[in-house]
Structures are given as C-alpha cells and as structure tokens.
C-alpha cells in the first residue's frame, strides 16, 4: 500500500496541467480507480483486517486528495494570471462608440452670464450659501421686523445663522472686503422653502454690483439691455422699467421685457406684452454706510436675477422642478455639448 501511494504521489507530482490532474483524480478516486478498487476489496477481508486495512486506505485517500487540491489550485491560479496578462485592456484607449456627458442648462447659463458681464469688465464674486442675518438681512437693510423676512421663508439653522435666501449678500461680503470701484457679479445658489411647479427649495440667482462715483441709473439701464439682448440674443429686444421697492435700493424697480402671448405661446423679444424678469435699483444710502462707504462720494446700482427663469425662457424648458430631477433624458434633450459653452 505504502509503494500504492508514493507512485501515486510521484505521478501527481509531474502532471503539468489541470488535465493531467482531472485524469489522475478519475485513475484514482473514479468509479473503476485504484483506491476505488482497493476499498471494494476490503469487503473480502476479515473483519480484523478490514478495519487496520480500511483505516490505512482512508489516511492515504486523504494525503492524495489533499495533494491534488493543492496542485489543483496552484494550476487555477497560473491560469487566472496568464489569462489576465492576455485579456488586460488599456482604459486609456478611445471606446468605439462614446456618448459625452452634457452640461447642465443652468451650467451654461451661469457660463455664458459670466462671460457676457466679463467683456463688460464685471469680475466673479461668491459668497457662502449658509450665511448670517447680517450679509443676508440687516446689513441690506432688512432689519428684524422687516416683512421682507417673512416673504423669504428663509431656512434657518439651529445656531441661528440661515441658508441664503438671496445672492444679495454677495454684494455685502464685498463691499465690506474691497474699496470702490467695483464692479462684480455674483452667480450662486439660493434657498427658500418654498415647492411648486414655480418654486424649487433651492435655486440660482445671479447678483451684479457696481460701486463707482457718478454712477445713475442710465448706467444700470444700458448694463441691463446690453446684457439681456446678448443672453437672449436679440439685438431689438425691448425692455420696461416699473417702479418697485426693495430695501436695499433706492429708487427700485423691476425690469420687464417685451413678450408676445398670442396663441398660447410664449415669444421673447415680439409683441406687446411684457414679462418680469428681474429686480434692480441704486444702492440705498443706509446699506453703503453699513459697508463703510461713504454716499456723498459714491454710488451704484445693483440687480438680481433668477437663473432659472432666463434658462426656462430662453430655452423653451416649462417646468422649473425638471431642473433637479436627475433625469438623463432630459439631460439629454436640454442639455449642452461640453464643447458648444
Ligand atoms: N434679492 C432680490 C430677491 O431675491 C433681488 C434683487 C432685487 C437683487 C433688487 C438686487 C436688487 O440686487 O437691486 O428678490
């Protein structure tokens, strides 16, 4: 038996591929194999025998098949590598067939404001989206009891600092960090709890600030139709300024622009009709002096914008919630190659 086991061993020993070792295993384990054999023929010994015999038989069944796993697996192994070397691939290489991802509609509204207001000689500011009540309320001279607080529906944190409700704070952290002139726009995130087909929680506005002596308001009204028939890309687009009121400027007003609604549709830059589209005015006197500029010898205007809104109007996108919706399809649809910004 013991001769049995070490040829058995010694020819294990030189197989040289996982074949080899599955016909070694069927010559010994298999239904007609020698151990398979040698273990019939314990039913012709004598119990006595049977038992020192049999228990010898089953330890050599073991070192075999212990022996032949291990081998068995080292071959697995060599084969999984010499398989990996043959079929690894280079990722860097250009696909067949690739489908570029797109960029987002507000995106490349944010980018093309930045760059309409950038030949104008606007630079980017940026403010923090959770602020404090003073850049987003008091120091735009909205103080505690002020209505405006309540309109905004503001977010409020547990320390008491608050979301933005408004990129107007923007126009605060700079002037408080930087002397006139100045001249910036401030595109960012905002939020208000607020949800419905024409309010999202969180949405983008773009603030603009120019400090700078002897600015009026034909400044801000040349600004505003320049940029406004770039964005839209019409050169006779018509624009209205109502009065309005908003805290920080002085006077205010809001600025439509000309519309046609004939036959359910909305057309931008025709017509008779006017369209809101965004807030503006002159930089109140109170909200200067709580940056530390002096009103007697400086002045400017302000506006701010919903992103949103030019995006949808320009692009013909109806629903305002489709924006956050994460939808590849209309991603797809409504959004722009990475290579047309
Ligand atoms: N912050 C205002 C709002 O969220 C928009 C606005 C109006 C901004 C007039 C301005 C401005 O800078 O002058 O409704």
New binding site residues.
Partial sequence: MEKLKDELKSQIGVAKSLDELEALRVHIFGKQGLLTQQLKNLAALSPEERKTVGAQLNVIKGELFDLLESLKKQFEEKELEAKLLLEKIDVTLPGRSVSFGKIHPISNTIAQIVEIFGNMGFKLAAGPDIEDDFHNFSALNIGPMHPARQEQDTFYLKNGNLLR????NV?IRTMLKEKPPLRIIAPGR?FRSDSDQTHTPMFH?V???VIEQGIHMGHLKGCLLDFLKAFFELSDLKLRFRPSY?P??EP?AEVDIQCDRSGGKLKIGQGNDWLEIL???MVHPQVLKNCNIDPQTHQGF???MGIERITMLKHGIPDLRTFYESDLKWMDHYGFSPFEV
Avoid: M, N, Y
């Fill in positions: 409700t408004q990129t107007s126009q905002t506005q603030e603009g600030l908003f920080f400027t205010s807030g503006c005015g302000a506006f701010g």
